[in-house]
């Protein structure tokens, strides 16, 4: 039972890079979100979906994409990456109360 | 709009101490509460949660209590162990339109030592 799993760890890019963090869950969870967490900060949403072909914009959707073409996948897309954008990216799925997080992506841009 | 606030640390405590997080929340509607554990490395995991006033979550020996007077729902635990030692996070939920949305404090880090 994988839960969620997310694609990168850890990953450095450069400004103006562009490059996608994958997210999967094999739960069948209709919902999905995107998480940024900032030090000493608490996690910021980004873009949730309620189910395949559903995405809606969060607290912080600049500079970021999302498409959800199955029920399992829910990729993240930086198109420009900006220093602002360095942070812990966690992908997470909900069923009634329950979320259930990934380990997280850290991202730095140089 | 809604908002958690948690006191800040990092909360330093001798294993076997008494441990209380504070937790206060402002919210539209009924929230669901909720306690995040983050061990180094890892993602958040549920500790625990409250989904109506004057209900009480517990899990692993913490305890939060959900009072809507106070609008508060503070961690406690008997006695830490060094096992304990994480960011703990403070989080609310409220349905809005199709989807719950999770709103989090800035999180609390917990030291335990020996």
């Known amino acids: 039972n994988a839960g969620v799993t997310q694609t990168p760890k850890f990953r450095i890019l450069k400004i103006g890079q562009s490059m996608t963090l994958q997210c999967t869950q094999d739960m069948n969870h209709n919902y999905m979100y995107w998480y940024r967490q900032d030090p000493g900060m608490g996690l910021k949403l980004i873009y949730y979906s309620v189910g395949a072909g559903i995405t809606d914009k969060g607290e912080v959707p600049n500079g970021y994409n999302v498409s959800r073409s199955t029920t399992e996948d829910f990729p993240l897309r930086l198109e420009l990456a900006a220093p602002s954008q360095t942070s812990v990216y966690f992908c997470?799925?909900?069923?009634?109360?329950?979320?259930?997080f990934g380990s997280g992506t850290r991202l730095t841009v140089v | 709009g809604n908002s958690v606030t948690q006191m800040e640390g990092p909360v330093t405590l001798s294993e076997e101490a008494f441990l209380t997080i504070n937790c206060t929340y402002t919210a539209t509607g009924y929230p669901s509460l909720f306690w995040y554990v983050q061990y180094p490395g890892e993602g958040l995991q549920l500790l625990l949660k409250?989904?109506?006033?004057?209900d009480k979550g517990s899990n692993k020996g913490f305890e939060a209590t959900y009072r809507k007077e106070t609008t508060s729902f503070h961690l406690e635990k008997g006695s830490v162990q060094v096992s304990d030692s994480a960011v703990y996070f403070c989080a609310l939920s409220v349905l809005a339109g199709t989807a719950s949305k999770l709103t989090f404090g800035t999180g609390t880090r917990l030291q335990v030592t020996l």
């Open positions: 409250a989904t109506k006033a004057d």
């Open positions: 997470a799925s909900r069923r009634d109360y329950g979320y259930t």
